[in-house]
């Protein structure tokens, strides 16, 4: 894959979490106005659902990083978490860390979330759990995109990254 389509893959998908992570700031806020018991489980299911889409958003931009650049995806039943170990390492003479090792704490949580709305039905959700993860990551949403970004930027700018 060129260096052009590596970029615009990466940037294609951080559009689409930009606008998952817009749904939430605005489904935050209507849950605040909701008195409804039932409306504002419907709004945390959507929630616990968005972040799900969002993790899975940012797993398929680190696949293509590790694929494309790193020449290696892991493999096994913990490959989710190695890929994000994977990311938070320097590669010598190949990249710098995609993303810091706070960035892979707070990833490694939502990836965590993530298998248990895989698993649960919607109303099994701890909805005080789900808030706690979505304020969470909102609180935080701009370092991550702006990591992967600046990696994005430093990506191919024509030398080898130590």
Not at 14 to 38: C, G, T, V
Not at 42 to 53: E, R, S, T
């Amino acid at each position: 894959m060129s260096e052009l389509l590596v970029k615009e893959r990466i940037s294609q998908e951080l559009n689409k979490i930009y606008q998952a992570i817009q749904q939430l700031e605005i489904f935050m806020e209507q849950l605040n106005d909701i008195s409804n018991p039932i409306y504002q489980e419907a709004l945390v299911n959507f929630l616990a659902l968005n972040l799900h889409g969002i993790y899975t958003g940012i797993e398929r931009i680190f696949e293509v990083i590790a694929t494309e650049i790193d020449l290696s995806l892991p493999t096994g039943n913990k490959w989710n978490r190695d890929l994000l170990d994977q990311m938070a390492v320097n590669i010598t003479n190949v990249r710098t860390e995609v993303i810091t090792k706070e960035t892979r704490a707070i990833l490694d949580e939502l990836r965590r979330f993530r298998h248990v709305i895989r698993s649960a039905y919607s109303f099994q959700l701890d909805q005080e759990k789900v808030l706690i993860v979505v304020n969470t990551f909102l609180s935080y949403h701009h370092q991550l995109i702006q990591e992967i970004q600046l990696f994005c930027d430093d990506l191919y700018e024509g030398e080898v990254k130590q």
